[in-house]
């Protein structure tokens, strides 16, 4: 008997063809061309089965390479370009950075010091487990920062269960029991949703940002180019804001019991003996801590920073011509330079080889979602190049004198909703086009409408499959669907309030879409 994931593969997979067929073979609607009519049919076969999970994602991304030519709407030569845009190079870049941290545990022991700076209270564990996930998120995978925390989490419910104190409680098994369904439930939903939370905070931290950077630089070169001081100043304050939000809602409702009704001690002795096993800081640790935070003042300093009272010039501009540098030079020769640099270069030969080799990158590299990503580059390349995009903003044209502020909402609410039953990164890739199309139709700023698209692609909190965190959390069996959605729905609910308000006031100046 299938289960139900393969059932909904085979499902997706049928309507994804027949669909491709019937749009093929359809009378072209009014106004269309036919290549617009041929994009469509692809467009229409590569949602259908990211969605459904026909085939993986990243296979599913391909495609274009075969059907585009073939259908003529973009040359093999074309259609490949899509697949090394310099946006992909900053992802893999910061990808290597990150896997430099994972190889000498430097991101293990941030994070532990992080939450041994917290009090042994449930909130407080719960506030520091999240500001160590929402930090390590700006800088390495949300993914490898929820799988790296994960254990850490269980491995201190599991400590203080035994030490749990719950007013109205006889028993301590059923203290214990209760400590696990509500405290361990919170704990474990907060690191997930920090880490979904913080990873939009720079152009490195999250698959989404860097997906719509790359459709953002393709298809409006004559706009400011956003770079990461820029898109930190607007998403570092929605971290900043929406996390201790998060944190609140989560203490008082996100579990049946309130954390307020849970009393236990030594929790910070399971995190010092942590701590204490990671022993000091090893040469390794602390060379990749010096090019980490190398590459991100060098990010900050690439252009001028106009700080209104006086403009901070950019190390680019010494340059013999600035505009050839961008984000993901920095990102690629600073990781190059961890190639180069040997392990034990600030100590005393207490480590072999260099800070990163070339097998460990290979392997722990997410090829799957660098496919994705080119994959859909070259997906709105051909919508947009083949009139389709121009199509459908004609007959947005209805929308002409709708409040933006509902446009921004109904937009963002689609982009939650699509994030919730698929990729969050293909939902950035599949509806950017069309979100672009009703922005020229409509008269507003193209960013205006595709920032808080992109920016809620990672505020999905109610189902496992929305984003890699939410899956991994749910793979630890204490987490059950309704629980989770019972969790979430509020706070999808607010980042559809918080996320869209502070895109708009900090976005309008410093990208003008005011």
């Known amino acids: 008997m299938l289960s139900g994931a393969s059932k909904r593969r085979n499902i997706g997979l049928a309507v994804g063809l027949i669909g491709f067929a019937a749009l093929l073979l359809m009378p072209q609607p009014g106004g269309m061309e036919p290549v617009a009519q041929r994009t469509a049919a692809v467009a229409f076969l590569m949602a259908a089965w990211w969605i459904s999970e026909a085939a993986h994602i990243a296979v599913t991304a391909l ?31 910061g990808f290597i950075i990150a896997i430099a941290m994972e190889k000498w545990n430097l991101h293990r022991r941030i994070a532990l010091a992080t939450i041994a700076r917290v009090g042994s209270e449930p909130h407080s564990l719960l506030l520091g487990f999240m500001v160590a996930a929402a930090f390590l998120s700006m800088w390495i995978s949300n993914t490898a920062t929820t799988m790296m925390m994960l254990p850490i989490a269980m491995a201190v419910v599991n400590q203080l269960a035994g030490m749990a104190e719950i007013a ?16 361990g439930l919170v704990l474990l939903l907060g690191i997930a949703y920090a880490a979904s939370v913080g990873g939009i905070g720079t152009i490195v931290g999250s698959p989404t940002t860097v997906a719509f950077l790359g459709f953002a630089s393709e298809h409006f070169p004559d706009q400011p180019p956003i770079g990461f001081v820029p898109w930190s100043v607007v998403c570092i304050p929605i971290v900043v804001v929406f996390l201790p939000l998060t944190w609140v809602y989560l203490c008082r409702f996100g579990a049946e019991l309130p954390l307020s009704a849970i009393k236990f001690r030594g929790s910070q002795s399971v995190i010092r003996d942590e701590l204490k096993k990671l022993g000091r800081i090893t040469p390794a640790e602390r060379l990749v801590l010096m090019v980490s935070a190398a590459t991100a003042l060098l990010w900050i300093t690439r252009s001028p920073l106009d700080l209104e009272w006086f403009t901070v010039p950019g190390w680019s501009g010494l340059l013999l011509d600035s505009s050839d540098v961008h984000d993901s030079t920095v990102a690629v020769g600073m990781a190059v330079l961890l190639f180069l640099l040997p392990a034990d270069l600030l100590g005393r030969g207490s480590a072999d080889g260099f800070a990163m080799d070339w097998k460990t990158a290979a392997e722990r590299m997410p090829w799957g979602i660098v496919f994705l990503i080119g994959g859909g580059f070259a997906l709105a390349a051909g919508i947009s190049g083949s009139g389709l995009a121009a199509w459908i903003g004609s007959q947005l044209g209805a929308l002409k004198g709708t409040p933006v502020w ?34 020229a139709e409509v008269g507003v700023h193209p960013y205006l409408l595709l920032i808080p698209v992109a920016v809620m692609a990672s505020f999905a909190f109610t189902l496992p499959v929305a984003t890699p965190p939410n899956a991994i959390v749910f793979s630890s069996g204490w987490i059950t669907i309704p629980k989770m959605f019972r969790a979430g729905i509020a706070l999808d609910l607010l980042g559809l309030v918080v996320a869209p308000a502070m895109v708009y006031l900090l976005g309008a100046r410093i990208f003008g879409f005011g």
């Open 63 to 93: 495609l274009p390479l075969v059907l585009f030519p073939a259908l003529d709407i973009l040359s093999s030569r074309a259609v490949s370009a899509h697949y090394a845009n310099h946006i992909i190079f900053l992802f893999l870049g």
């Open 168 to 183: 109205g409680v006889d028993t301590q098994q059923e203290a214990e029991s209760l400590t696990r369904e509500n405290f």
């Open 406 to 439: 509902l446009l921004v909402l109904v937009t963002c609410l689609l982009s939650t909703a699509l994030t919730e039953a698929t990729s969050n990164v293909a939902t950035v890739l599949m509806f950017s086009p069309i979100v672009a199309a009703m922005a």
